[in-house]
Nanobody
């Protein structure tokens, strides 16, 4: 069983930045594909960014060029650096870990972009 705990959400003005962190329990974190999803009220959960165990990254078109995903396997942590935030980025952001067909989720952290 893997437990994921997100942190770093909050209220930020348009154009600002936030860094989300997701800490994972377990000793095989390095083998997991890690990702960030988000869900805004009334919308489906959507993939924001993902990083494989080998470090390959993918991004949603809406965030490419503004967000960066990275991982520190020594700390069992994955990060989402969010720059130039827009009001439409407002959502609950969830950390996801996937390995061998199993999906694990964090509890989510709220990001609100508003002036």
């Amino acid at each position: 069983q893997v437990q994921l705990v997100e942190s770093g959400g909050g209220l930020v003005q348009p154009g600002g930045s936030l860094r989300l962190s997701c800490s994972a329990s377990g000793s095989i974190f390095s083998r997991y594909r890690m990702a960030w999803y988000r869900q805004a009220p009334g919308n489906q959960r959507e993939l924001v960014a993902a990083i494989t165990s080998g470090g390959t990254t993918t991004f949603a078109d809406s965030v490419r060029g503004r967000f960066t995903i990275s991982r520190d396997n020594a700390k069992n942590t994955v990060y989402l650096q969010m720059n130039n935030l827009k009001p439409e980025d407002t959502a609950v952001y969830f950390c996801n870990g996937r390995s061998m067909g199993n999906d694990y989720w964090g509890q989510g952290t709220q990001v609100t972009v508003s002036s």
